[in-house]
């Protein structure tokens, strides 16, 4: 957890923000960088993949994580809690007042979260099959979760496959995605790395445009930097990491985690 908080807020709320994750989900990532980037105090709740669907249905009637609960509030989804945030602690905001800005920079988390999916496809097709892979999916759990996932090695493999359609044909098409998403990008801040995607300031189309790509790219400060990902995982994607660093998508990911992901853990 980032303690960055310039000002803790009180005491009793520090101890009920909680978010439901799973550590290594790009989606959690978006919610924590959300909440440390307004200097909010938060502690996670790790969920083991499978029975976590039992909790989050307990929590917000849903199954996918994040949830956050803040106080009496739950909420899941991380746009809706992106929103909730915005609306209830405006400070550093990450969506001007101007609404056709705000138009333009929701368009575009809704367009990148929808990429997100993709990546996940084509980051896990690299990693499924990796001896390591419970050792890259419990990474941030305690000794007892990560014994349990060493021990649930094959389920969890069947499960990453059938959760995030880890097939071939739908891995070939998250990759065309992909590629014509970095286009498309890459177009937006022609040829200069130090642009943001509306108006001059980091916003939430910035912070979800970057960590949505940021498991293809393993910038330093997220939760993919290469020496965090298991040898043999970290083999099968080195070629398109390095590809990925010389493009001008690549280096703007990158420097937005630099400049913008401060003290992540
Ligand atoms: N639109 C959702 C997507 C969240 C999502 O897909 N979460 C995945 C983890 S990366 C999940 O919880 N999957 C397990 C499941 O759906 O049972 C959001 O933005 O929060």
New binding site residues.
């Given amino acids: 957890m980032d303690n960055r908080a310039g000002k803790r807020p009180d005491k009793n709320l520090v101890m009920s923000r909680l978010i439901y994750q799973?550590p290594l989900?790009?989606?959690?990532e978006?919610t924590r960088w959300n909440l440390d980037w307004k200097k909010l105090d938060w502690q996670p709740v790790n969920l083991i993949?499978g029975p976590?669907?039992f909790r989050a249905w307990s929590l917000a009637r849903q199954?996918?994580?994040?949830i956050l609960v803040d106080g009496k509030n739950r909420i899941?989804?991380?746009?809706d809690i992106a929103l909730y945030l915005e609306s209830i602690y405006p400070q550093h905001a990450l969506l001007p007042a101007d609404s056709r800005q705000r138009l333009e920079i929701l368009a575009l988390e809704n367009e990148f979260?929808a990429l997100g999916?993709d990546v996940?496809r084509c980051v896990w097709s690299l990693a499924v099959d990796s001896p390591d892979i419970d050792v890259l999916f419990f990474r941030g759990y305690d000794n007892e979760q990560r014994r349990l996932g060493h021990w649930m090695r094959p389920a969890l493999r069947q499960m990453i496959r059938h959760?995030f359609d880890v097939w071939p044909g739908p891995v070939e098409r998250s990759w065309q995605t992909i590629y014509s998403t970095l286009e498309k990008l890459e177009a937006r801040l022609q040829g200069d790395i130090d642009r943001y995607l509306v108006g001059d300031t980091f916003t939430l189309a910035d912070l979800t445009a970057a960590c949505m790509l940021a498991p293809l790219v393993g910038p330093v400060g997220s939760p993919w930097p290469d020496e965090r990902i298991p040898d043999a995982a970290l083999g099968a994607s080195e070629e398109l990491r390095r590809h990925l660093r010389e493009r001008i998508a690549g280096q703007w990911v990158i420097r937005i985690y630099a400049e913008h992901r401060q003290g992540n853990a």
């Fill in positions: 799973f989900s790009l989606y959690c978006k993949p976590h669907a199954r996918s994580l994040p899941g989804d991380s746009t979260d999916t996940r959760t």
